[in-house]
């Protein structure tokens, strides 16, 4: 009860202050082929208080809004013109996309994974998380910023799905990117002893809240 008392002081120290900022520098094309076109985003994450801030975020693997909860990854969502494109994978990571010369090679692969995660037990596999979330414990000084540069893959397909829900990225229209981070600290700490978390949060001011970029023009034309 103490480290939770503790911890919500921290965070409404700054009072109705936004802590944080999130922007979109520049959004340019990288290259373009017929089946792809690679963007290049830059953007910068400011802390806008006089103290130094912490908070538990993965800047480089940007993923899009419907992913899924409880992940510190920054996401990405599109618009054509004012509407919300909320369809899943029409941007992917460069670093997240893997080639395979064929079916064989791709279940290889599965298999790998399968095989990987079977011979772990539960508390092998529980450590190899909390590794990650502690990974990415980003600490930043009063008003300092920081610069990130993320790759973004778009295949070129138009037509996506979502559920019943069907989209059409049209030609002739403008689209946007803005990006989003949700700050969360007890959801990613929840496999942690009493002990594991008081040593993570020992003299650190973590921030929490849902934090939004500025729109970017982004060519997804022809």
């Known amino acids: 009860m103490k480290l939770i008392i503790c911890l919500f002081f921290a965070i409404t120290v700054f009072g109705q202050e936004k802590p944080i900022e999130i922007k979109i520098d520049s959004l340019s094309v990288l290259n373009s082929s017929e089946s792809e076109r690679k963007f ?23 993923i899009p809004i419907g992913a899924g909860s409880l992940r510190p990854n920054v996401y990405y969502k599109l618009y054509e013109n004012d509407t919300a494109i909320e369809a899943n994978g029409i941007l992917n990571g460069d670093s997240s996309i893997r080639y395979f010369k064929s079916e064989a090679e791709y279940t290889r692969y599965i298999d790998s994974v399968d095989t990987y ?8 596999l529980s450590q190899i998380k909390k590794e990650g979330f502690l990974e990415h414990i980003q600490n930043m000084e ?3 910023t920081k610069h990130f540069r993320s790759i973004l893959v778009w295949d070129k397909r138009r037509y996506h799905r979502n559920d019943a829900i069907e989209y059409y990225i049209e030609e002739k229209e403008k689209h946007f990117i803005e990006l989003h981070i949700n700050l969360m600290t007890e959801e990613l700490l929840s496999d942690f002893t009493a002990a594991e978390k008081k040593d993570v949060l020992s003299n650190k001011i973590f921030i ?9 023009e982004i060519d997804l034309g022809e």
């Open 117 to 124: 995660i079977k011979s772990r037990t539960p508390e092998q």
């Open 142 to 144: 009063a008003n300092q």
């Open 40 to 62: 290049v985003l830059h953007f910068h994450l400011t802390n806008l208080t006089n103290k130094p801030i912490s908070f538990i975020l993965n800047p480089k693997d940007l």
């Open 208 to 216: 929490k809240g849902w934090f939004t970029s500025n729109k970017m």
